[in-house]
């Protein structure tokens, strides 16, 4: 099996899964904290380990611009070079290429832009993108597709679909014929080991911290990275359906639903993800990307969405914005510049269980470089926390007893 | 005794030394990591704990201005307010009024100032800094002082040392009538712990972790800060011996050589200390102020320099700017873009033991946050260590085979 995902247990439509990777399992519904150039900001690996991220994700984009994917290829790939010895899912680098470059031009061949980087002219094809994806070597990677812009006319959202499906299979044909050039799959081996100390002073090596030899379950465990399609279809549910059904024909190890958090409402988010839920197999994952504030991704996991990324955690974050069980606090306000209590009186994250609010605020205001560290590291552990709780609801048959703050308190 | 410190061991003029604070022992020689407003730079509390750093340095000038010395007082003082268990070292301010504010102007009085932060108008004096030193509770406290300007002909740097005299009898004047309304001694007890982890939910308490009642030797540890006289004199060996001599008949539990690493040269800085050295009492702490290099701490050291702090290992780390065994380190050079080795091979921090050069130059280059604090906490632990190297080395009556690279790399 490409990809194996296992269901253990239902409760309604949410489901508790394990996606089994080579480097190491994704236990679902999971948020995946972004790692935009290899770096969740502000946090070190060991943190995210400590408040057990099993999956982060990577963009392609930025890091093709820099430092370039040739260059990580050569270092052993992303996980090697970053230190991230859990799973990885990079996306296809398709969505910042139309939020991020300027003077950008969309043909049938693919997109040519200038980066924002440097001005330099690149063009990002579905081969291309999976050359590089592959070459960056995450567990999981992403089609090439077009996010269809918002608002877009019934027939823009039709062309737009029909694009991301042509772009759809030719990214698989290129995987499917490169996807063993990952520089991970000279070894074959599983990476084990939570964290990534090295035992010596040796220059990290592609040797595996155990060896999986003997694990009688080794052969299930994929070879090469796994690539998704993505279902797009604008804000038209019948397009939705279709662009699942005909995603769903060319045959992927999971399924994402994109080009949504683009400024529709809550309810036209869930309604398109309920039309594409209706029709991708229930036997491999859903991932919605871009999503979402703590209540959506419990709404969208009761739904049965499986994988979500949003950087509404780890930005907000940076801007002063907690999210905590009694809602968001936006720590600069003067209103806590004497409170003693923690952010999060129910949180029991390192930030909560040392820090207080008077002391946050202060770091806030004052610029300093911790404020990001403490501020990330709690909204975090909140998501985090949240999809445990959503995870070990399910596994008890009660997500419906699952409520997540959404009262603002500031 | 107002501030316990027992010498161990001695090694030439080198003193392996102890002082006993009420947030725990301090062993000298010492490196203070500066932890400007509240925070060092970048680096969470728990990561300094981690690295063996048993006392910090808090800016008066900054937390007066920001938060407040009443708001910090209110919190219970600045431990509580930072959540630092360990002894604190709290500057007079003086330093910072002559190099960050605006529109100074030097009277008898004190020195009156525009903060740099908003322009509003203030006024420090020797009472006025140990009132807000006292307000803030640090374990050891300096006496506000006039950093001689330099260059500064004789004559100045005389009547500059003849007024730090005067403000140092002020200071310790207003200290003696005050020292026991700081925040922490109304408990009267050792905080006792190396973490701050609140065992509850509960806001942080004044209990201490432990009751050290029971402690044979609670009845010496002491029950208020401690005030340090500072030795100005500019660069005139003469007058470093006479502000020497003439501060220690104000008596003071431990003294600091301020007013160098000015821009004078290396050899003068020694000539200064070894001038001060000569006079100052040998069992008493001597704390030179402002410094240093990496060479520099182990030569102090050497010389009887029992406590040091310098801005330098935090500052260069976020410029880029890595000391390591074999010299300093521009990470952001291009020659580092693919080189896999650790930071410092010869280097046991959780930086060296995890991530290359590639890496942390691609953090550096992209500008990213994780380069502040993976960069800080590789330069503090180097510094760090290589001060617990000269403590075992004088322990072991070695001093002089130690050696502290200064080649530079790059």
Redesign the interface.
């Known amino acids: 099996m490409t990809l194996p995902f296992t269901i253990e247990a239902q409760s309604g439509t949410g489901r508790l899964g394990r996606i089994s990777t080579a480097h190491g399992d994704v236990e679902t519904p999971a948020f995946m904290p972004v790692g935009t150039?290899?770096?969740v900001?502000?946090?070190?690996?060991?943190i995210l380990e400590e408040l057990g991220a099993q999956i982060i994700l990577g963009n392609t984009y930025h890091l093709y611009l820099?430092?370039g994917h040739e260059?990580v290829r050569?270092?052993g790939g992303l996980h090697k070079?970053?230190?991230w010895n859990r799973a990885l899912l990079t996306d296809s680098g398709g969505f910042q290429v139309f939020s991020l470059s300027e003077l950008r031009k969309v043909t049938e061949e693919g997109v040519s832009f200038r980066s924002h980087l440097d001005g330099t002219s690149h063009l990002f094809t579905p081969e291309r993108s999976m050359e590089i994806q592959i070459a960056l070597g995450a567990d999981i990677v992403m089609a090439f597709d077009e996010c269809t812009e918002h608002p877009a006319e019934r027939e823009r959202a039709r062309q737009s679909m029909e694009m991301t499906l042509r772009w759809a299979k030719r990214s698989k044909e290129y995987f499917e014929a490169h996807k063993h050039e990952c520089p991970w799959t000279e070894s074959g081996l599983r990476v084990i080991g939570t964290s990534?100390?090295?035992e010596s002073?040796n220059?990290?090596s592609a040797q595996p911290r155990a060896a999986a030899v003997h694990d009688p379950g080794f052969s299930e465990l994929p070879a090469t990275p796994a690539l998704f399609g993505i279902v797009q279809g604008g804000m038209y549910g019948d397009l939705r359906r279709e662009s699942a059904e005909r995603t769903v024909e060319l045959d992927f190890p999971g399924y994402a639903i994109g080009g949504l958090s683009v400024g529709e409402s809550r309810e036209k988010t869930m309604e398109m993800i309920a039309r594409a839920l209706d029709v991708l197999p229930r036997d491999k994952p859903r991932y919605v990307m871009g999503v979402g504030y703590p209540e959506e991704i419990v709404q969208y996991a009761a739904m049965g969405v499986d994988m979500m990324d949003c950087v509404l955690p780890t930005r907000a974050a940076?801007h002063g914005l907690l999210f905590t069980s009694a809602g968001r606090m936006n720590i600069k306000n003067a209103r806590y510049?004497?409170d003693?209590?923690?952010p999060d009186?129910?949180c029991g994250c390192?930030v909560c269980?040392?820090?207080?609010r008077?002391?946050l605020r202060?770091?806030f205001?004052?610029a300093?470089?911790?404020a990001?560290?403490?501020n990330t590291v709690h909204n975090l552990a909140f998501y985090l926390d949240t999809m445990r709780a959503v995870r070990h609801a399910i596994k008890l048959g009660d997500l419906s007893g699952m409520r997540s703050g959404s009262v603002s308190l500031a």
């Open positions: 150039a290899g770096t900001k502000a946090v070190s690996q060991d820099r430092p260059l050569k270092m070079f970053m230190s990534g100390h090295r002073q220059p990290p940076r510049a004497q003693q209590q923690p009186p129910k390192r269980s040392r820090y207080t008077a002391y202060h770091l205001v004052s300093e470089p911790l990001a560290v403490l």
